[in-house]
Each structure stands twice: as structure tokens, then as C-alpha cells.
């Protein structure tokens, strides 16, 4: 099993960094081809945007659910076993969507339990490649920002690409083609962590302090450890809190040059820099978050912590809707970009931040002052 601390440097290896990387990015492309060719297969079948909003929700809600109720099982089975079950999971309830379909066998609620079971399998897969990353850069001798930074790129990239592909696909060959190119995306993923990620890489982290014959927490006690460091540690939760709300919103400047009714090049100017500027952010709140947290909590903390960043998502949607019937689109666009300026620049007053600033020890130190009833290292 997995010790907490760092790679001896003589065995460092890009190989480990590298396959999470292209995991990451065989993963994000097939769910990005699915976005696109599942909605499209429902309309063109069916006719009905409602059903086509409903399949939608039947795969994001489960993602949201198991995903932060997965963190225990993360830790204790490892993040590599996880991956790649989950993975094969994914595809092969993606590739009987098609054969289904084929054989005349598919119907709506038929359709429905398939991509509830591919939301409820990506959400651990996806905890599972993120909780790898920093082991793999520790093993590479890449600093922790920078393996974060990179993480987001290909993240990106291949939410950029996915969409583009599968409307080439659902275009040129039609939705059914799409989602077997998914399917083949998600065999691949997992091909990539079971195969090419060097042995003992994404093994289960044990408790340095826990003895040998100590018996393992159960589920519920595994989920309530998380929960409590969360709940305990200021900087993340004042982390998560800004993350949601500005997930619930969007961009200030973006609000601002659409309300203002700019100019076409304007606007993709504002976006561009609105864009370049975000990526500057994510590694860093990345690379806090797995400094924070104890190596053995970390699929935990990071399910809860994700779970609450993205609930925001679908509901921001629904509360744009109805305001913007009821108010209008330009007072919302302005309410929105005020409340996102707000938030982002207020929080950074709050105290808990400064300790981004401070030097700190590793998740593990802090763990240990913790339970010796000294104040955590900050």
C-alpha cells in the first residue's frame, strides 16, 4: 500500500503523469461526444425536448449524487481500481444504447437506467483520475501546480475538442456513431490506467499512525472523517463556497459586454481574456486543496468538495430561466456580473484566504497536530 510522503527522488518517471493525463483526456472526449450525439439521438427518435431535457437530467443527477458519496470507497479500494472499473462500467452501458437500439429493444425508461448508470459510473471514475494526479506528479518530480495546471489544460482541451468531434460524428454518421466513438473512449481510459500506469501506481493510502492489526473504519465513519475535515479546514470551505456561487453565475466582464450589447469582436475579446485569466486560477485552488488534505482522505474531501462546487450548475440554470422571463435578459445579465464581482472580490477580505500566504505543512502534518489537540499547521 501507498505510504503519505514524497517519491524517492532517484525513481522519478513522467510515465505515471502522462497515462492520468491521457486517462483524463479519453475520458472527457467521450462524455463530451455523448453531450452532444445522446440529446440529438433523443430528439431526432422522439420529438420531444422535454424528453431530451429529462435524459439530460437522469445522467447529471446521478453523476452529482454518487459522485460525492464515493470518496470512502475511492480511499479504501484505490483510486486505480476505481478508474478503471468504472470506466469499463461506463462503456459498456454507452455501447448498449446502439445495440439496443439496433435490435429494437430500446425503450425511454430502458433508455433512462442507461444513462443514469453512465452518470453514476463517471462520477467516481472522474474522482478516482483526479485524486491520481497528485501522486503521479510526485512520482514525476513535477510541482504540484503545474501537474494541476496541466490536469485542467487537457480537461479543457478535451471538452473543447469532444463537442467539436461528436457534431462531425452526429453530422457525417449520425448519433448511434457517436456513442460508440463514447463507448470506445471509456474502453480506452481504462485500458490506460489498468495498463499503462506503472505497478503500485493509484494503490490505497494507509494511515501512517493507524497500527498493523487496527481494524478498517466502516463506510459511514470513513464518509463522517471526510466530512468533518472539510468542515474544520476555513480556507476550503470558504474555497468551495466562492466556487459554487460563481459556478451558479458566471463571469462579471461576460455579464457586463453582453448587457452592454458590444460589438461581435468585443465580446469574443472579452471572453478570451475572460478565459486566459481563469486558468490561471484552478491549479493554484487544485494544488491548495491537495495540500490541505491528508493523501488517505483525499478522494473523500474531494467528492464532497466537487459535489458542492457543482451543485450549482443545474440550478444556475433554472433560476437564469426564470428570471430572465420574469425581469428580463439585460437586468439579469447586470445582477449577475454585480453579484459575481461581489463575491470573488469580498471573499479575498475575508481572513481564512491570508492562508493561502503562510507557509504550511502537507495534509499529513496537519492531521497529526490535529489529533495531538495543536492548532493545524496553516
Not at 352 to 374: H, K, V
Amino acid at each position: 500500500m501507498t505510504q503519505e510522503g514524497p517519491v524517492i527522488p532517484g525513481r522519478r518517471s513522467l510515465r505515471p503523469l502522462a497515462g492520468v493525463l491521457a486517462a483524463i483526456a479519453a475520458s472527457v472526449t467521450g462524455t463530451r461526444i455523448s453531450l452532444i450525439a445522446l440529446p440529438w439521438f433523443v430528439l431526432v427518435t422522439t420529438g420531444s425536448a422535454t424528453r431530451t431535457g429529462l435524459v439530460a437530467f437522469f445522467e447529471m443527477a446521478p453523476y452529482v449524487l454518487v459522485k460525492a458519496l464515493s470518496g470512502p470507497l475511492v480511499d479504501r479500494t484505490g483510486p486505480r481500481t476505481v478508474s478503471w472499473t468504472t470506466d469499463l462500467a461506463s462503456a459498456a452501458a454507452a455501447a448498449s444504447i446502439p445495440l439496443l437500439h439496433t435490435l429494437d429493444l430500446l425503450s425511454f425508461p430502458v433508455l433512462l437506467g442507461l444513462v443514469a448508470l453512465i452518470g453514476a459510473a463517471r462520477g467516481p471514475g472522474d474522482l478516482a483520475k483526479e485524486v491520481m494526479v497528485p501522486e503521479a506528479a510526485e512520482r514525476a518530480g513535477t510541482p504540484l501546480e503545474q501537474a494541476m495546471g496541466l490536469s485542467g489544460v487537457v480537461e479543457r482541451l478535451a471538452s473543447t475538442i469532444g463537442p467539436a468531434a461528436g457534431g462531425a460524428l452526429v453530422a457525417l454518421l449520425g448519433p448511434m456513431t457517436g456513442l460508440v466513438v463514447n463507448a470506445g473512449c471509456f474502453v480506452l481510459g481504462s485500458v490506460i490506467v489498468a495498463v499503462a500506469l506503472p505497478r503500485g501506481t493509484g494503490r490505497p493510502a494507509v494511515d501512517p499512525s493507524a497500527s498493523a492489526d487496527a481494524q478498517e473504519p466502516g463506510y459511514w465513519r470513513r464518509f463522517g472523517e471526510g466530512f468533518t475535515f472539510l468542515r474544520g479546514d476555513p480556507l476550503l470551505l470558504a474555497v468551495i463556497v466562492v466556487v459554487g456561487i460563481t459556478n451558479l453565475l458566471a463571469g462579471a466582464p461576460r455579464f457586463l459586454v453582453l448587457a452592454l450589447d458590444a460589438p461581435l469582436g468585443v465580446v469574443l475579446a472579452v471572453f478570451a481574456v475572460s478565459g486566459f485569466a481563469a486558468g490561471f486560477i484552478n491549479p493554484v485552488l487544485g494544488a491548495v486543496l491537495v495540500e490541505r488534505v491528508p493523501r488517505r482522505m483525499l478522494g473523500r474531501v474531494n467528492a464532497l468538495g466537487d459535489s458542492l462546487a457543482w451543485s450549482g450548475i443545474p440550478l444556475g440554470g433554472l433560476l437564469a430561466g426564470a428570471a430572465v422571463t420574469a425581469a428580463g435578459l439585460t437586468p439579469v445579465l447586470l445582477v449577475c456580473g454585480a453579484a459575481y464581482f461581489l463575491t470573488t472580490t469580498l471573499a479575498g477580505l475575508r481572513p481564512e484566504w491570508r492562508a493561502m500566504d503562510r507557509p504550511r505543512g502537507n495534509g499529513a502534518q496537519r492531521e497529526e497536530a490535529a489529533r495531538d489537540g495543536a492548532r493545524p499547521v496553516s
